[in-house]
């Protein structure tokens, strides 16, 4: 999730499809949109002064539907993280150049350090989404240039085009040969409920830092999972993502602070309610009621909804080191992640705001909380209320003023025709193409097109490129010997990290979530080491 994204669909493409904001209740029920916004989040302590656990942040995050159906125009992820440049020495100069998105945005200077670059991802639904199945989806995520693009997968940007991104502006290296990425996001088996993904983003130094114009350091964010069917490294940022800014914008100021070579900053996690539509309808005295989706969290036999397990923050004592040592001609590196570069922060829940077009909803507090539980894990607790049953979220309100307060379905008036009104359900969208021209065919893949289908309904074609080879690394003119050294130490670790090894610790409670085994592939004979399978198309299997 992101602040992009929350502005276009909070904005004309959600409005297309949803009644304005500023339409009068003269029908008996009227669509509305803005029918819930906040965020129920926590907060994680600082490490500790010159401590360095700042290169690497993951966690368990619980996947479960929290809808029934995969409804039009919503969009809620699921808790997950922002990770940032630490900038913190920088008081006063803008790192948004004039020119940029976010430079446009009030209340962000004056440096713009919050929407610089972000690495986020994370479990979700999203409004843009064009393959949604009813549970979440996992899908990974950055804002490289101060939110004027995105970068979601190693072809595309976060749902908002059926096109990839143009060649220059290609930034995932896919790492794993043996799970597809494909750009509608990674589906998971049948219907989980309050099973556990843990993942964790890893700063490694896959090359070495570089002089020039721009300079380049050498962190390589590298995203780690762990389920019951896939464990290990899926794909990387390539570190000249983050560096070229400087260059694009002959901003040198912001030479060596981007996420290539600074180490990252993570605050804590949030579920961010983003587009959310709503019905809204009058009782016999004009009092205007209103219903949003049914909004469900799994809760277990004590009663509490966890959401977030196994904060941790990493240094690189965690892996980095042993990685480069190995990149270096050293004893050959596991990829499993070492306790003496782990460090687990002191988790505390933030008070959550929600509102309503516009309107703050009040009385929560008496329904849920968020809430630290014993064992350091967050999520939220439950308290018994006359409104809704413990693992739901209030579905009906009424407007009072300024604000509006969560009711119980039996105290919604039947004249105004809500209880019976249904949420119009998301349609089938546009597929994913990639251009026949440029990085996509120059090189080239050396073997396909393979095609699977995955449980969301979607057709993937993928090809298998030689690492070295797939579209994100042709922008760059690298020396044949840089390639080489890339090349061949990819292959060293695809024939050393098997896909059932415990790299990331396990979770402290409960079980992990399992991928749509649709997504695993095995390479091809003679394609084993060294090949990637790079998805090229996603489309509706009805079409």
Known sequence: MNYLANLILTGVIVSASLHADDQPLQNPVVLRRQGLHGYIGYGSGKPPENSNFNMGMGFYSAVWPLVGEPIADFQIGLPGCWILPDNSDNKDTPLAPEGTLARTWSGRGPTWASVFQTLEGGLGYWARSRFRYGPPKFSMNATPQCYDYEIGSPGWAFFHSSMTLPDNRLGIA?????????????????????????YAYMALPFTDPVEGDPPTGDQAWTCFVNTANFKGPIAYYIPETWSKIGKIFNAPFLYGRGLDARPGVMRGGAMEINAVPCFEGKDSNGVIYSKIPKLAFPVDKDGRS??????TYYSKEALFNDFLGWRKGGEPCSGQFRKEGMWKPELTARKTRYSQRRKIIIGMDGILKSHVYSG???????????????GY???????????????????????????????TRAKRGEPFLSPKAGAWTNPGPKLGPFQVELRDGSLVTYYWYKFIDQPSFQQYPWTD???????????????????????????GTGELATLDPALLVTPPKGLDIGYVPIVTRQEDTAK
């Open 376 to 390: 350091n894990i967050w999520g939220l607790e439950w308290y018994e209320n006359e409104v809704v049953k413990a």
């Open 393 to 423: 979220f209030p579905q009906y309100f009424r407007n009072e003023g300024a604000k509006r307060i969560p009711v119980a379905v039996t105290d919604v008036p039947v004249e105004t025709g809500l209880v019976e009104k249904e949420f």
């Open 481 to 507: 010997e840089k390639k080489r050294r890339l090349q061949d130490f990819v292959e060293k670790i695809h024939a050393s990290w098997p896909i059932d090894r415990e790299y990331l610790p396990p979770p």
């Open 174 to 198: 896919q790492l794993s040969n043996r799970l597809l990425i494909p750009p509608d996001g990674l589906p998971f088996a049948e219907k989980p409920n309050g099973t556990f993904m843990g």
């Open 306 to 311: 966890i959401l977030v397990q196994d904060v």
